[in-house]
Structures are given as structure tokens and as C-alpha cells.
């Protein structure tokens, strides 16, 4: 991690969520670190769960307003396909499968910001599109890898979109940010 706490997306997405975020927000992330760091000073209250003991030990913060839950993968499989979001899979992770992880949003809502860029993203936007509040965002990171999409688009084609495409912390290459903003009339 830096110096100074990015969340590891698109500079351009950031900038955008700088601009949308809120202080009396709620938010609530899959995969922690240097978002966490950054957004915990800019809303009222942050849930930030992660999968990895290792990377956790590394970026677990004490804030007043993080609740920081690690929740490690469970052992055993639901099927191959890690483009159905029922499965709970994480590519290249095999035998092991993240359903209390996708699930860890369940009925923790309304969230003003969820930020989707932990493990098995499809299986967390299955979850998330509930727990989003009306007039609230929904974020998935690394947009343009088709399979998180392939089976959940359809949950949030009404919702208003705006993509980036960019450069961002420690890493060389472009890659893609998607926002969603749930109808205030959901």
C-alpha cells in the first residue's frame, strides 16, 4: 500500500466517488485495504469485508466507524461455472466456494455506496442490488471481465450506468469501473 490510501480503481472513478460520496453515508465493501483507508474519512460509517487472513492482517483498520469482518472462503465447490452467481466461485481459487462471504450483506441495508472489488464479484452483486437504498450506488470494479455480468446485468438494467476506463494505483494497465445509481422510485 501507498503513502497516501487509494481505493484500487480507475483514477477516473475515484474522482467521480469523491465527488458523489456523502459524510452521513453508509457503505459497505467487499475486499479492503487502501479503500478502506480512504473511504472510512468520508462517510459515517463503513462495513469492509475480506476474504484473506494473510491481506487482512495487512489492512485491517481500527476506526470508529469500520467494522472489519474477515470472512475466509468455505471448502467445497457448488458447481464450475464462476458466471453464476449462485455457485459463490473466485477464479483461480478451486474447492472452495464464498457464500458467507457474498452473503455478509444480507439484510445490513440500506447502503448508500457498495463497492464490489473482493472475491467472487457476481455472487456479491447478486446480494448487493437488495441492500442498496433508492437513489443509492452500486460499484463494481474491473468491469470488463464479462462473466461477473454475464448472469446479473439484468438486476440492474433500469439503474442509471456510468463506466471509466483508466489507469489506477500499482497497476500498469487500463481496466474498467462501473457505477450504478438505483432508481429513487426502487
Known sequence: MSDQPLPWIPHLSREYLERLIQPDWYAFEWGSGGSTLWLAPRVQQLISVEHDP????KTQVVLPNVE??????EHGEFGANKAMPQLYLAGPIGN?????YAC???GRGPFDLVLVDGRARASCLLHAVPEVRPGGWLVLDNAERDYYL???AHLVKDWERVWFTGHGPHID????CV???KPAWS
Open 54 to 57: 494473510e491481506w487482512g492482517a
Open 68 to 73: 472489519y469482518q474477515l470472512i475466509p472462503p
Open 96 to 100: 472452495v466456494n464464498f457464500k458467507r
Open 104 to 106: 455478509s450483506i444480507d
Open 150 to 152: 454475464q448472469y446479473t
Open 173 to 176: 494497465w487500463t481496466w474498467q
Open 179 to 181: 457505477f450504478w445509481r
